[in-house]
């Protein structure tokens, strides 16, 4: 880990001495245990404070919407996925990216380091090779970090970066390891009422902070449907209907752009696991279009093109 | 013996409107607290559920949770909720009786929040400020909530690393706003009756002794030591509005923001909300929800001109309006209680106290 940082450090350093970009966005450690600070370095010193580990949860591609100047960016498999797909949908130039790749080792999840301990209080969290150390008052402990893998990780099938300028480090392993059809859509099998019922409990606790969407970097509409209000689509409180409105509008608006990233549940300060809609709408897409997004910057997403030979056999006949 | 404790009792009678007695109660004693409690209030206390800290209904001692640090979100849901009903009407254009606007029977009843943290209890002392700003025209659905609820505060023996209380005029075991104050001694609770609701509950307790009132200060010291990073305001509170609004950290700090409402609504200060009216076939209602300043139409105005367009506007508003607006508003009262709920619940890790020191420079 250690030279990986060394390595994405040096890199960045260099692009801003040579002048080749304005702006490098990466990691910066967290001011609590277990977490990462988005860093934008503008100048040589400042890539001094640029980490990796396996707590950043961000998806960086997000910052990169707007921005006029050249700029490069840290990102692993799933990051640079989405990447491809702002390319994809004209709200990123390729030619004004640099694109510093580097291999997922899969993300940890805090909260299942919290609930390892529970009601204890965490001072701080070293990362070993394939445990973390946890301490507080009066006690240490040792947690695996496969044990804790955030969800989306562990059935990841895109670890190393799709596109990018540079590698950082060595292409390593693609996959979590995890069977995503096995865990992906849990309510595919599941009757109309335990379906509802299911979906009830995930969203009970809901608070329209809209974290998940901020996070996302699909999410870049100047005006969100939810903040629409001439037709007001959805409503503004924390009525179920409205929950239920803006968790599955939003679903859809993102089928088919998708990349199961995880930055929505990692984001949400609820806990909330949005992704029993998207993953579905995922497996959906590519079992039945074929489609992953983000593997091409030309091909566009199933959902934004109609094709006279787009399948048809789910549709009511 | 009998005759001596008899005069003790009267002459502290004689005194009450002096000293209110600090009192002891064994935690496996408390069930006779708790069912005086319920006579007239519905107890609430956090307990822990998988790894969140919520607000829950108890009804037996043993529902009590003694180890935690704080609640995920603040108890302020309690007086303000998130989503709030302040006005009915008939949604029927040509009747005589419709649409009027009228306002429902705050039937809300007492609650007693049980093991509320002092942080929380102060933020209820600043948003009295907010919503009671105006003594003619109170916000009455506040109002009429806070009168009905008693605190019963729990003082922190084990401030958790985003806690920074003693930087903003609060502390571990700070008393403002509660009813009670109790300090946990393990196996006993000292508890301080702050005003005369709370004194009325303790009055069949036992005094408690020099040694437990020693031993609770001596974990009020050791708690204050415990909090890890604090923040630094008198460059804040010194310099002009316009000079600190105008601080070059601005541009730096405000970056990673997201803009999306997480700190806003786990604040336990924050009290903006936004009114819309809602209709459904022919019922009709004005109706309240939490707001955010770190949304983009927050200050949208009717003629399409946003003055906090920018992210940079609305970062940079939320610090200045807890750290400078306020005070000079509410006599000095700061928007900020040190729970560091924003810093552990933000989602790209914004911390507080990084953001008020690196301008306070």
């Given at each position: 880990m250690?030279?990986?940082?060394e390595?994405?450090r040096d890199n ?7 002048g080749?970009?304005h ?6 450690q ?12 503008y100048s040589?010193?400042e ?7 396996c ?9 990169l ?15 640079t996925?989405n990447?491809a ?10 030619e004004n990216?640099?694109?510093?790749g ?5 993300m940890?999840?805090?909260r ?12 701080e ?14 006690y240490?402990e ?12 562990y059935?990841?099938?895109h670890r190393?970066?799709?596109i990018?300028?540079?590698l950082?480090g ?7 390891g ?12 599941l ?5 509802w019922?299911k ?7 809901c ?10 970097p699909?999410?870049?509409?100047k005006e969100c449907?939810?903040?629409e209000?001439?037709?007001q ?9 409205d ?5 599955i ?12 990233c ?5 984001a ?6 949005m992704?029993?809609?998207?993953s579905?709408?995922?497996k959906?897409i ?26 048809e ?5 | ?15 009450r409107?002096?000293?209110m007695?600090?009192k ?9 607290l ?26 037996k001692a043993d529902d ?16 303000f909720p998130?989503t709030?009903c302040?006005l009915e009407f008939k ?13 429902p ?8 929040l ?8 102060k933020?209820?002392s ?7 700003q ?8 506040w ?19 985003a806690?920074?209380?003693t930087s ?9 706003g509660?009813d ?12 301080k009756?702050?005003?005369?609701k709370?004194?009325n ?18 974990l009020?010291?050791?708690?204050k ?7 630094g305001l ?17 541009e730096?700090l405000?970056?990673?923001?997201i803009?999306?409402g997480?700190?806003?609504f786990?604040c336990p200060t ?10 459904r076939g ?5 109706v309240?929800?939490w707001?955010?300043?770190m949304?983009?139409?927050?200050t949208?105005?009717?003629?399409g001109?946003?003055p ?9 508003q939320r ?16 928007g ?19 953001v ?5 420079i």
């Amino acid at each position: 880990m250690l030279e990986l940082i060394e390595q994405i450090r040096d890199n960045a350093r260099q692009l801003l001495e040579e002048g080749k970009v304005h702006c490098v966005i990466g990691y910066r450690q967290g001011s609590i245990p277990m977490r990462v600070q988005p860093h934008f370095a503008y100048s040589p010193e400042e890539t001094d404070k640029m980490t990796w580990s396996c707590f950043c949860t961000q998806n960086l591609a997000k910052y990169l919407i707007g921005r006029e100047e050249p700029t490069a960016i840290l990102a692993q498999g799933c990051v640079t996925r989405n990447i491809a797909g702002l390319i994809q949908e004209n709200q990123v130039k390729r030619e004004n990216i640099y694109i510093l790749g580097i291999n997922s080792p899969g993300m940890v999840d805090y909260r299942k380091v919290q609930s390892k301990l529970p009601g204890r209080v965490i001072h701080e969290v070293l990362e070993e090779n394939g445990h973390l150390l946890v301490r507080g008052p009066g006690y240490e402990e040792k947690i695996l970090k496969r044990d804790v893998k955030r969800d989306n990780c562990y059935t990841c099938n895109h670890r190393n970066p799709v596109i990018y300028d540079q590698l950082i480090g060595e292409k390593g392993e693609e996959t979590g390891g995890g069977n995503i059809d096995k865990v992906a859509a849990p309510w595919e099998n599941l009757g109309p009422d335990q379906r509802w019922a299911k979906f009830q409990d995930t969203f009970k606790d809901c608070i329209r902070c809209y974290a998940c969407r901020d996070a996302c970097p699909l999410c870049y509409c100047k005006e969100c449907f939810v903040d629409e209000s001439k037709p007001q689509w959805c409503g503004k409180t924390v009525d179920e209907s409205d929950v239920h409105t803006f968790h599955i509008l939003r679903a859809f608006h993102c089928a088919g752009r998708c990349t199961d990233c995880g930055a929505c549940e990692s984001a949400c300060p609820m806990g909330i696991k949005m992704r029993r809609l998207t993953s579905k709408i995922e497996k959906d897409i590519r079992q039945m279009f074929g489609f992953s997004p983000g593997l091409d910057t030309q091909e566009s997403p199933p959902l934004s093109v109609y094709r006279p030979d787009d399948p048809e056999e789910f549709m009511l006949k | 013996m009998f005759t001596a404790r008899m005069t003790l009792k009267n002459s502290c009678l004689s005194k009450r409107k002096l000293i209110m007695l600090e009192k002891i109660i064994f935690k496996n004693n408390l069930e006779m607290l708790l069912n005086k409690i319920s006579r007239e209030y519905e107890v609430y206390a956090p307990a822990r559920v998988g790894i969140e800290t919520v607000w829950s209904l108890v009804t037996k001692a043993d529902d009590l949770e003694w180890n935690f640090t704080n609640t995920d979100l603040s108890p302020k849901g309690f007086l303000f909720p998130q989503t709030e009903c302040m006005l009915e009407f008939k949604n029927i254009p040509r009747s005589a009786d419709g649409m009027i606007l009228k306002r429902p029977e705050l039937k809300e009843g007492s609650k007693a929040l049980f093991n509320i943290r002092p942080c929380d209890a102060k933020a209820f002392s600043v948003l009295d400020l907010v919503f009671e700003q105006d003594p003619q025209k109170p916000d009455v659905y506040w109002k009429d909530k806070r009168e009905k609820t008693l605190l019963l505060g729990l003082a922190c023996n084990h401030p958790c690393p985003a806690c920074f209380c003693t930087s903003v005029e609060c502390g571990p075991h700070h008393p403002q706003g509660l009813d009670i104050l109790m300090q946990d001694l393990e196996d006993r609770l000292v508890l301080k009756p702050l005003t005369p609701k709370g004194e009325n509950l303790l009055t069949d307790l036992d005094q408690a002794s020099e040694q437990d009132i020693n031993l609770a200060a001596k974990l009020e010291k050791q708690a204050k030591d415990m909090i890890q990073g604090g923040l630094g305001l008198e460059n804040i509170q010194a310099g002009s509005i316009l000079d600190i609004y105008e601080h070059s950290a601005w541009e730096r700090l405000y970056e990673s923001c997201i803009n999306c409402g997480t700190c806003t609504f786990y604040c336990p200060t924050c009290h903006c909300f936004d009114i819309q009216d809602e209709t459904r076939g022919t019922y009709g209602r004005r109706v309240r929800n939490w707001d955010t300043c770190m949304s983009p139409h927050f200050t949208l105005h009717t003629s399409g001109h946003n003055p906090r367009g920018r992210r940079i506007d609305r970062f940079r508003q939320r610090f200045m309006h807890k750290f400078k607006y306020m005070p000079f508003k509410l006599n000095g009262a700061l928007g900020c209680v040190g729970c560091g709920r924003c810093t552990q619940k933000c989602p790209v890790n914004i911390d507080v106290r990084e953001v008020v020191n690196t301008i306070n420079i």
